[in-house]
């Protein structure tokens, strides 16, 4: 099986015993989580993102070996780096630096809508690579048809009815995966 | 989790977009870099001339021996000398 699909609870017994490709795709898994809990939850400038970035890795590295529950370790970095930006906000003497209780629908909010985003980002493994590239190059790295249709060598007049129907196969994987609750007896 | 349209998984497709490719690689080489620490620490363990001329100047102690500078976190190293 290749890293990137491996479930989380064995990447992490991986990254424990010394398998450093494990740990690169640990920190592939869930970096995209990492900066945008500092940079969309927080609001963290770039600067103070990035060492609150390094710091959780840091921490997840040293303490893999005393993870309660490997299968936890996305809420376990939820935590941590939710924990650490307002440590950060807390030790800083710069009034720029947003208040976390004063934002804007608050971190709560944010934080919910980001584990709803890791859950849509899980579930477009199951999509073609073509498909996970069209949706991730448009919506994630927003990038133009023409520059889409470049890179993965297809027609940019193509590109609107791909992301149609791979959104609608992503819907479908998705509501395979989280079934809408059906209503009480 | 409710069921979700396709405008809103575009959304939460957004919401998650690419770390900086450097931050991503300096996270990846954490490994590496705890390595070249311990190998550090214990030859200045073991070689007390290396560990002052650490401590007097670390950057250039590390650059003389062959050592990247950059690729050490030298507050660490400094904090493990020290203690």
């Known amino acids: 099986m290749q890293l990137a699909s491996l479930p989380d609870a064995q990447l ?26 500092c940079s969309q939850a927080f609001r963290l400038r770039a600067e103070d993102s990035e060492e609150v970035f390094q710091e959780v890795f840091a921490r997840t590295y040293q303490h893999l070996a005393r993870l309660r529950d490997d299968e936890a370790i996305r809420p376990w970095i939820g935590q941590l780096t939710r924990r650490l930006c307002i440590d950060h906000i807390r030790s800083s003497s710069r009034e720029e630096i947003v208040d976390p209780d004063t934002l804007p629908g608050g971190v709560d909010e944010a934080m919910t809508t980001l584990d709803d985003a890791f859950a849509v980002r899980e579930a477009m493994a199951e999509l073609t690579e073509n498909c996970r590239e069209i949706l991730d190059r448009f919506f994630a790295r927003d990038e133009s048809y023409q520059t889409i249709g470049a890179a993965l060598e297809i027609p940019s007049g193509t590109i609107a009815s791909r992301i149609s129907r791979c959104l609608a196969r992503l819907r479908e994987i998705f509501e395979g995966r989280n079934p809408a609750p059906g209503p009480s007896s | 989790m409710t069921a979700y349209d396709e405008q809103r998984l575009a959304e939460l497709i957004k919401a998650l977009p690419p770390a900086p ?22 030859r200045a363990e073991a070689d007390l001339a290396f560990r002052d001329a650490l401590i007097a100047d670390l950057e250039a102690t590390l650059e003389l021996e062959g050592y990247e500078p950059g690729a050490i976190s030298l507050d660490e190293l400094r904090r493990r000398l020290e203690s």
């Not at chain 2, 590496?32 to 214990?42: G, S, T, W, Y």
């Open chain 1, 12 to 37: 992490v017994a991986r990254c424990r015993g010394g398998d450093e490709d494990a740990w690169r795709e640990l920190v592939a898994r869930f970096s995209r989580y990492v900066f945008a809990i």
């Open chain 2, 21 to 42: 490719q450097a931050w991503v690689e300096a996270a990846q080489e954490l490994p590496l870099a705890r390595e070249r620490l311990d190998d550090i620490v214990a």
